[in-house]
C-alpha cells in the first residue's frame, strides 16, 4: 500500500495541503486498498490552525519518518511583505523550530519514501539545511532566498531529484500530488484523477537526466555560490583607501534585528596593505568574512550561517568613529538593519 502523509503546523496554507489531499483520495477510489491519505503533525494527533483566517483542520496522527511512502509538507500562508510575527519566513522558522526538521532530514535518508513540498514547503526544509547542494523550486517570491540556503533554484513548475519533489507555486500542489500518482501508481491513475477534476497539468517536470541545454534554466545566485574559503580578499588598495580601510579595523558587537529577532554577532575586522580579513562569532559558531571588498567608504562581505537557519547572508556596513551601521540581507527578505560598536 502507497502511505501518503501530509504534515500540516500552524500558519500553513490551505490549499498546499487540502489540494494533493483531495488529489490523492480520488487516486484511492480507483485503487481500492493501495493508497491511504492521513492528515499528521510533528506533534501528534490535533487541530491545526491554517493561516487562512485561521481555519482549522483535524490532523489525525503523528508524523512517520519511517513510514515507507509519500510526505507532503506545504508552505505557509501568511504577509509576503515586512517582517512581523505573522510573515511567511516567521511563520516557516517557527514550524522549522519543531520537531518537524528533524523528522524530514530522518526521511530523507530512507530509500523508500519521497519527501514532496509544495510552494513555500520547500523553503521550511531550506531553512533547516536540509536543501543544500539539491535542485528545487519554490514560490516564485522566494526564489532568491531558496539559492541563499545553498538549494539549487530551478525555475520549474516540478522538480523531480529522486526523493526530493518540490512544487512551485500555490496551485502546483495539484500538479505536485498529479505527477507523484503517475510516477507511484502509472498514468492511466493519473489520467482519470485529470479527467474527474477536469485539470491537465501544467509545464514539464523538470529532471536531472538526459541532455542538459546549452542555457540551462538552473538559477544560481551569487549568494548560493559563497566561497567561504579563503578569508581574504586582495583588493590592490590605493594608500588613499588604506586609511579609509582602516576605521574598519578591530572588534566590535554587533546587532542584527532580523525578522526571526535579534541576531548577536561579535565582528573581528583587520585591514592590511592587499587585503581584508574578517570573522564573525555568533554562539559557537565562528565564521570566516567571504569576498570582503571596500567601495564607496563601505565593507561589503558575505557570511554562510546556520543558525537560526542555514542561510547566505551579504553585508554592508559604515562606521562613524566607534559606531557601525549597516544592513545584513538574504535573497528577497527585508534588509535586516545592522547596528555595532567598537570593543577594542
Not at 110 to 131: E, F, N, R, Y
Not at 164 to 188: F, I, K, M
Not at 220 to 243: Q, Y
Not at 281 to 290: D, S
Amino acid at each position: 500500500m502507497l502511505t501518503i502523509q501530509i504534515v500540516l503546523f500552524d500558519g500553513f496554507d490551505l490549499l498546499d495541503a487540502i489540494a494533493p489531499y483531495e488529489v490523492f483520495c480520488a487516486a484511492a477510489m480507483h485503487v481500492e486498498n493501495e493508497l491511504s491519505v492521513e492528515l499528521v503533525t510533528a506533534e501528534g494527533a490535533r487541530s491545526v490552525a491554517s493561516g487562512i483566517n485561521g481555519l482549522r483542520i483535524e490532523a489525525t496522527g503523528r508524523l512517520n519518518p519511517d513510514r515507507a511512502g509519500i510526505i507532503l509538507v506545504p508552505g505557509a500562508s501568511g504577509d509576503v511583505t515586512g517582517d512581523g510575527p505573522q510573515s511567511i519566513p516567521a511563520i516557516l522558522n517557527r514550524a522549522m523550530q519543531t520537531e518537524l526538521t528533524g523528522l524530514i532530514r530522518q526521511a530523507l535518508v530512507q530509500k523508500d519514501i519521497i519527501v514532496a513540498t509544495v510552494c513555500g514547503g520547500s523553503m521550511l526544509l531550506a531553512m533547516g539545511g536540509l536543501l543544500e547542494g539539491r535542485p528545487a523550486v519554490t514560490n516564485h517570491l522566494g526564489m532568491d532566498l531558496l539559492g541563499a540556503t545553498g538549494a539549487i533554484p530551478v525555475w520549474a513548475r516540478v522538480v523531480d531529484d529522486d526523493n526530493l519533489v518540490t512544487g512551485g507555486g500555490v496551485t502546483s500542489g495539484l500538479d505536485v500530488a498529479l505527477y507523484l500518482v503517475e510516477r507511484e501508481l502509472g498514468p492511466q491513475i493519473a489520467h482519470a484523477v485529470e479527467q474527474l477534476f477536469e485539470y491537465e497539468r501544467r509545464g514539464t517536470v523538470w529532471r536531472q537526466t538526459g541532455m542538459t541545454p546549452s542555457t540551462p534554466m538552473v538559477s544560481t545566485s551569487e549568494e548560493s555560490n559563497i566561497e567561504v574559503s579563503p578569508a581574504t580578499s586582495t583588493l590592490g588598495i590605493m594608500p588613499n583607501d588604506i586609511t579609509q580601510t582602516s576605521a574598519f579595523n578591530g572588534d566590535w558587537d554587533a546587532t542584527i534585528a532580523t525578522p526571526l529577532g535579534n541576531m548577536e554577532v561579535k565582528l573581528s575586522i583587520a585591514v592590511g596593505s592587499d587585503k581584508i580579513m574578517g570573522t564573525a562569532v555568533q554562539g559557537e559558531e565562528t565564521i570566516p568574512f567571504a569576498n570582503p571588498v571596500f567601495i564607496d567608504n563601505k565593507l561589503s562581505w558575505s557570511l554562510r550561517i546556520t543558525k537560526p537557519m542555514r542561510l547566505n547572508l551579504k553585508f554592508e556596513v559604515e562606521v562613524d568613529g566607534d559606531r557601525m551601521t549597516g544592513i545584513a540581507k538574504a535573497g528577497v527578505l527585508p534588509s535586516s538593519k545592522l547596528t555595532g560598536n567598537r570593543v577594542s
